[in-house]
């Protein structure tokens, strides 16, 4: 009872949101909604009273109430033909308008999140909550609320007409709708619970499915399809049994409602029918109880699988709220004692930084390096040592525990996060390309770029000449992520990107997947274009741009363990000569092979 309790505080709450989310245009929700809902609720109330005129006819032979019927059929049904409509779009086009703001936000607020929150989610999970949760949303706006409402003005004016009509059928259809109300509260708890574990099973799913999308390759390639499509499978059965479950539940609602409906409803027309034959209730009257009590009984079985419905969908409202809930990424960084004794003439430093993405892990203990302006310093070391970590902290994704990170010369707390990233270039291992065409990718380095600019950078990558040969030149479409173009081509898109946004830091995260000689050959002279005139920290996989480094900065468990420019490491025979050795010695045998 105390879960049941919980989840109707839930629902309420996410339903009360809900309407918040509206904003100034809930005025014109409801009336629409009330306005279309108790029009749709006055159809059954009117059919009764024309029942009641049609039967005194038949029974009285007065024509009166035949005449009395026809005005109330052709006006009933004329006003809602005419009004339905108008109260219908005035809350459809603001429940349209809400949700085209609600995507737009949470879309936004997407981008806004810290890097942490996408690192510790699956992609799917979010899909699912930005797409199949955010349309449950829009459901109950425009399904499953007019359904209660419609539902309970329909009973409130039934009942109201019941006890015009006859006070003690009315004292039995109101103690028969309580009870139906009581069983369908009970029944709202579990069903909620079983909607909530529904919605986040097919994040789940959706969470499979990018996978073997994003993974296609890797799966064809070790022919995992039978383990990877096995998850989804498993995905997928979980959501028919959940799927099942609801029903269960649901029907089970149903069977309550359809038995204390049809005890209602056989009870009244068994007395009605006695009291007839006793000349104590007229038959206009009784039709037009009977035809009242079957719509409360239409009420009552609909009622199981609205609640049910709306439930579930409420529980993916409460998904998309999470999202909304998650607090953005900070402006800037609060400053710290530490940041006091940062040097002058670095162009980056970090001081004695201290980083753990889980408490008692640590990454980095002690990390210490600074850089000049124009230097190229390179980050070697064993997988794990915290090389990309010291990327992420640099781009502000998150933020040290101990020590100080400098920017030419100030603390990263005296930039903003958009100041910090607009300085830096970011060029990763693999670079990703957005669906458009080559010539939007490499703007988005610098979107007010002029056209010359934008091919001067291209040139300056050793793009342009490969781009100018394809049919469509800069308006060909990269496809998927840069599918339709080759690695090598799509790191010097990356590089020209990185170029036209000319920042005076460039981090460079080294492919490690090989190219052929001759992409490779154009890849390193555009990263050396790329890296003139720069402060530039490359995580560093190849011998060439470790020998010309200005300084290599060895890391061992998130530290700096040697430091010194190639020949001063080698000199010392220390753990950079015996890494250098090793892949020298594997350059050689592949070379051979
Ligand atoms: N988002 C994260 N959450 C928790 N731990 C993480 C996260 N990212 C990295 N780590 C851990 O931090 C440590 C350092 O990772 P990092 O990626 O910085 O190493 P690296 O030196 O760049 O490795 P590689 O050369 O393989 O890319 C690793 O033990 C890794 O498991």
Redo the contacts with the bound molecule.
Sequence with gaps: MFISKTLLQNSWAELRRMLMLLGPRRKAYFVGLIGDSMVHGSISIALAFVFKSLLDFADKGDRSDFYQSIMIVSGTFLTIALISPIFSYIYMSVVKKTMVELRTRLYEHLGDLPA?YF?ERHSGDLISRTTSDVQTMEKVYVEHVKSVLTDIFTLIGSVVSMYILDWRFAIVLTLLGGAGIAANTAFAGPLRQTGEKLQGQMGRMTERLTDILAGLQVMKMFRLHSIVTGKYDEANERVADLTLEQGHRSGLLEAVNFLINFLSFGGILVIGILLYAQGILELGTLAAIVQLQMSVTMIFLQLGSVVSLMQSSLAGAARVFEVLEEPAEKERFASREEEAGLRSDAMLEFQDIGFA??PDAP?LGGFELAVKPGQVAALV?A???????VFKLLLGFYETQRGAIGIAGKPMSAYTLAEIRSMIAYVPQDAYLFEGTIEDNIRLGKPDASQEELVDAAKAAFAHDFISELPEGYATMVGERGAKLSGGQRQRIAIARALLKNAPVLLLDEATSALDNESEYWVQQALQRLMQNRTVLV?AHRLTTVQDADMICV?ERGKVVEQGNHTELLNRRGVYAGLYEYQFDRDKEYAAI
């Design positions: 942490r690192e993405y889980e990454v070391g997988s794990g040592s915290g090389k990309s970590t995580i890391m």
